[in-house]
């Protein structure tokens, strides 16, 4: 019996030795679970969770933020984008006032002045009251406005091409692509309808007159490509008001007064443009323009001091047709004011053509823009002996 005992207790050691080995693993787990449980107890006492990080609230935070994204990322209740701007009115016309070079007057008032030279003289032969004259004057200067803004558009309309070559004019409106050749071609109509309605203004014979010297300023871009004198096309059409200011006071022409000024008026202008020329000389012959700055060259200086004699003298032949004596320096005598002018023009342009520099571009602008100065004094001089003699009623 005892034996028995004995064997059923060496058969069932095996079982008690790995049921005490359970019993201490379980034993250890529950130790560590409680362990844990009690350093998750002192955490939370330690570091209190606030009411939007508890367990709870995490649940539902988590359970809701899809659809919280989804709203806040809705075109609904997204912030509205800004509208883009359109344009405003003055950026929409700036290409065509560089168009029309409103930003450059010098050229309006070298279309300007032969016009005043004109009217001033044409007033004074005339015997008209002064307030007459200053009258056209200033309808002439609205016209130079349109008139020159109108030239300069069908001058880019033939040239857009050439203009994208030649680095002063590659910024052109034309040129640079701000402005469409048709769009152009409305503005240029509605140029040549304000200076139709400036024209109509005048006589019949001034209508006709001024209507003429479209022909001129429609074939001048040409001429750069096919002569050297395009400067001489240029001063038929530029100084168109020498017959104009004249016709518009009497219906007619004396041409004793202004066929020499108009004849000096182009030579005048082959002075400043020659030099205005200068600046695109370079230019010019790589894209092949013509011009006087590259016929004249080297002996550009000399020719212009030529020309500059023959405006003086035209000028001063039609200053001398005015008076009763009939000798020229008899009538010229009767005029101090205007000798006086005609005397500070000839230093004035003595001064451009010496010292310009031809290869300057910055000094060539800078000439060509102070004739603007040399035309309001020789105006101002006509003015003075026009009021002197006939007086202001």
Not at 47 to 69: C, I, M
Not at 222 to 247: E, S
Request: aromatic share 8%.
């Amino acid at each position: 019996m005892a034996h028995a005992l004995r064997l059923f207790g060496a058969a069932l050691a095996p079982h008690t030795a790995a049921s005490r080995t359970l019993a201490r693993s379980s034993a250890s787990l529950r130790h560590g679970c409680l362990g844990a449980a009690a350093l998750a107890s002192r955490s939370r006492r330690r570091l209190p969770l606030s009411p939007l990080s508890s367990p709870a609230s995490s649940r539902r935070s988590f359970s809701r933020s899809p659809a919280f994204l989804l709203r806040a990322s809705s075109p609904r209740n997204a912030p509205p984008r800004p509208e883009p701007s359109s344009p405003s009115l003055l950026s929409r016309l700036a290409p065509y006032a560089a168009l029309a070079r409103l930003s450059r007057p010098i050229g309006t008032w070298l279309l300007f002045w032969p016009s005043a030279f004109s009217l001033a003289l044409g007033g004074h032969h005339l015997g008209l009251p002064p307030s007459v004259a200053l009258g056209y004057t200033a309808l002439f200067g609205v016209g130079a406005v349109v008139m020159r803004g109108a030239g300069c558009t069908v001058n880019d309309l033939w040239d857009r091409e050439l203009d994208k070559k030649v680095a002063r004019t590659a910024t052109r409106p034309l040129a640079a692509g701000t402005v469409t050749p048709r769009q152009a071609l409305v503005f240029l109509g509605a140029q040549l309808g304000v200076g139709l309605a400036v024209l109509l203004q005048l006589n019949w014979y001034s209508i006709v007159l001024g209507a003429a010297s479209l022909i001129p300023v429609t074939i001048y871009p040409l001429m750069k490509r096919i002569t050297y004198w395009p400067q001489a096309v240029l001063g038929l059409t530029f100084n168109w008001g020498a017959l104009l200011g004249y016709a518009a006071l009497s219906s007619t022409l004396h041409l004793p007064l202004v066929l020499p000024l108009y004849a000096g008026t182009i030579a005048w202008t082959l002075v400043y443009d020659t030099i205005y020329a200068h600046q695109d000389a370079s230019d010019d012959v790589a894209v092949g323009i013509k011009s006087t700055a590259l016929l004249f060259g080297a002996h550009t200086k000399p020719v212009l001091s030529g020309f500059a004699v023959l405006f003086l003298s035209g000028t001063a032949v039609s200053m001398g047709s005015i008076g009763a004596t009939g000798t020229l320096l008899a009538n010229l005598a009767a005029q101090p004011a205007s000798c006086a002018a005609l005397a500070a023009a000839a230093m004035h342009l003595a001064w451009q053509i010496r010292s310009v520099d031809l290869q300057s571009r910055e000094d060539c602008w800078a000439k060509f823009e102070s004739n603007r100065d040399l035309g309001a004094l020789l105006w101002a001089g006509c003015m003075w002996d026009y009021v002197a003699a006939v007086g202001w009623a």
